[in-house]
T-cell receptor, first 113, second 116 residues
């Protein structure tokens, strides 16, 4: 079946720096994408989403970029803080998938003080 | 905002016993709930889609007789792991679909299941 994302790599950044987390997807029919943050022992927490008719969306300290040409999604976190340390997952929804989500492999973000 | 409560958050039991996990939508009605399993350092894998008033839809490779799902009301779905064995030890996460909300799913905080 089609899949989303990378296997779990680790990104280590210095507090205050910007972080960029990447995700590749393979389902060209996907029309909606979400970034989730998962802290240890907890469920995924919604961060930001983007629809396929957009290529950029900004939230508070976070920006999601979507490149449909190469099926690539990224999450940018500005001024990374220790509280941002977690595993980040991208998820995609196909056009005819109802609300069913497919999760990518995740990236562990470690913020060094 | 929409809240999904999962209970218990952590359970340890002996091999061969059955364990029930509850997933509740606290402030919205959820005709559809999802059950995921997550192994350490891995992503969430969808196990089944739970539909209120009807049978659950299981993903390929998930044994329906092993993982019994009941969605008897608009706010509660349960997952029962029957005759659990050590290989069933995992982090089980539920989510609920909120038709009125902006997000497609709201997630519970998961249940850590350890089978001895």
């Amino acid at each position: 079946g089609e899949s989303v994302g990378l296997h779990l790599p680790t990104l280590s950044v210095q507090e205050g720096d910007n972080s960029i987390i990447n995700c590749a997807y393979s389902n060209s029919a996907s029309d909606y994408f979400i970034w989730y943050k998962q802290e240890s022992g907890k469920g995924p927490q919604f961060i930001i989403d983007i629809r396929s008719n957009m290529d950029k969306r900004q939230g508070q300290r976070v920006t999601v970029l979507l490149n449909k040409t190469v099926k690539h999604l990224s999450l940018q976190i500005a001024a990374t803080q220790p509280g941002d340390s977690a595993v980040y997952f991208c998820a995609e929804k196909g056009h005819n998938a109802g609300n069913m989500l497919t999760f990518g492999g995740g990236t562990r973000l470690m913020v060094k003080p | 905002g929409a809240v999904v409560s999962q209970h218990p958050s952590w359970v340890i039991c002996k091999s061969g016993t059955s364990v029930k996990i509850e997933c509740r939508s606290l402030d919205f009605q959820a005709t559809t709930m999802f059950w995921y399993r997550q192994f350490p350092k891995q992503s969430l894998m969808l196990m089944a889609t739970s539909n209120e008033g009807s049978k659950a839809t299981y993903e390929q490779g998930v044994e329906k007789d092993k993982f019994l799902i009941n969605h008897a009301s608009l706010t509660l779905s349960t997952l029962t792991v029957t005759s659990a064995h050590p290989e069933d030890s995992s982090f089980y996460i539920c989510s609920a679909r909120d038709f009125q909300g902006a997000q497609p799913q709201h997630f519970g905080d998961g249940t850590r299941l350890s089978i001895l």
